[in-house]
């Protein structure tokens, strides 16, 4: 193994050595120095304003068209950012009142439901019997006086017509019962 890494570290330095371009100690090589021409400084400083003017002439050209659609992109970017910023101030508002509304209607229902309790506990059912037994001579009705009926859903019923004599009463329903 120790053989293996000196070849490969030897290998290194030869290839560091060749990519050199000095050479320590006094046998140094000259160089040979190639001196760029002025002609060539000269036209690329002649080229510049030539390039420099192109890209101008582009603006230029590019300016009027482009700036136009980038100003009418900007007006329709604004208006609809507006547009935006008023739903979202509507839809706050509307929050707000939906909230304040919610709040009114719970002290509406807790006032409710107080009156409703203070009603209901203030009547003294006994006496409104006796009121109604003595001082206005109502009865309780007789089991031949109650008709029954059979409701589809709904506690109130509406008496549109007669009820037919046969089906008066208990004993007529219990006779249609064991028909």
């Known amino acids: ?12 330095r030869t290839s560091d050595r060749n990519r050199q371009t000095y050479v320590n100690g006094t046998a140094v090589r000259k ?23 192109a ?14 659609f980038l100003t009418a992109a900007s007006i329709v970017a604004l208006w609809v950012c507006a547009g935006y910023l008023k739903l979202q101030a509507d839809n706050s508002a509307r929050m707000k009142n939906i909230a304040a509304l919610e709040a009114r209607l719970s002290e509406l229902k807790a006032e409710n439901d107080d ?7 203030s009547v003294d059912l ?24 059979n409701s589809q859903g709904s506690d109130y ?7 037919p004599e046969e089906d008066k009463g208990l004993k007529g329903i219990f006779r249609s019962g064991s028909r």
């Not at 193994?1 to 290194?12: F, G, L, Q, V, W």
């Not at 890209?55 to 136009?68: A, C, F, M, N, Q």
């Not at 006994?126 to 009926?149: F, H, P, S, T």
């Not at 019923?157 to 009820?163: A, E, F």
């Open 31 to 53: 160089l040979q120095v190639v001196e760029e021409p002025k002609k060539r400084r000269r036209d690329r400083q002649a080229q510049r304003p030539r390039i420099h003017r």
């Open 115 to 121: 009156e409703y309790n203070r009603v209901t506990t």
């Open 126 to 149: 006994e006496k409104v019997r006796e009121i109604a037994i003595n001082e206005l001579g109502m009865v309780y009705a007789k089991a031949d006086q109650v008709i029954l009926y």
């Open 157 to 163: 019923v509406r008496q549109y017509g007669d009820i």
């Open 1 to 12: 193994m120790a053989e293996i890494r000196s070849i490969h570290t030897d290998k290194r």
């Open 55 to 68: 890209r101008r002439e582009k603006v230029r050209y590019l300016s009027i068209g482009y700036s136009l």
